[in-house]
Nanobody
Framework: QVQLVESGGGLVQPGGSLRLSCAAS????????AGWYRQPPGEQREWLAT???????GYADSVKGRFTISRDNAKNTVYLQMNSLKPEDTAIYYC???????WGQGTQVTVSS
C-alpha cells in the first residue's frame, strides 16, 4: 500500500499563495496518476487537478489558471501551487493516488483576512 502525507496548508490572506506537498511512501511503483481534491466545510469533496507519472495534467475549471499541479518523481512527491487565493478556496485539501485508490489525511487551507 502507498501512504500519502500532505503538508503546506495554513492561513493565508486573500490574493496570497501556498504550495501544498504530497509525499508518497510504501508502494511507490504503483504511484502513477495522482490528484488533488478539496472539501470545503459542509460540502462534497471536489476534484481539482490530476497529474500522470509522465507529467500530463488536467484541471477543474474552478482552479484553471490559478493552481498548478506538478511532481518530482525522484522525491515521490506531488505538489499543488495555489495562487490568487480566495476565501472560497478555504477547505481541507487531499492528495489521492488514482492508481491505488488511496487518500492522504488532508491539510487545512484557510483564506481569510
Amino acid at each position: 500500500q502507498v501512504q500519502l502525507v500532505e503538508s503546506g496548508g495554513g492561513l493565508v490572506q486573500p490574493g496570497g499563495s501556498l504550495r501544498l506537498s504530497c509525499a508518497a511512501s510504501g508502494d511507490i511503483e504503483g504511484f502513477n496518476d495522482a490528484g488533488w481534491y478539496r472539501q470545503p466545510p459542509g460540502e462534497q469533496r471536489e476534484w481539482l487537478a490530476t497529474i500522470s507519472r509522465s507529467g500530463g495534467t488536467g484541471y477543474a475549471d474552478s482552479v484553471k489558471g490559478r493552481f498548478t499541479i506538478s511532481r518530482d518523481n525522484a522525491k515521490n512527491t506531488v505538489y499543488l501551487q495555489m495562487n490568487s487565493l480566495k476565501p472560497e478556496d478555504t477547505a481541507i485539501y487531499y492528495c489521492y493516488s488514482h492508481s491505488q485508490g488511496r487518500w492522504g489525511q488532508g491539510t487545512q487551507v484557510t483564506v481569510s483576512s
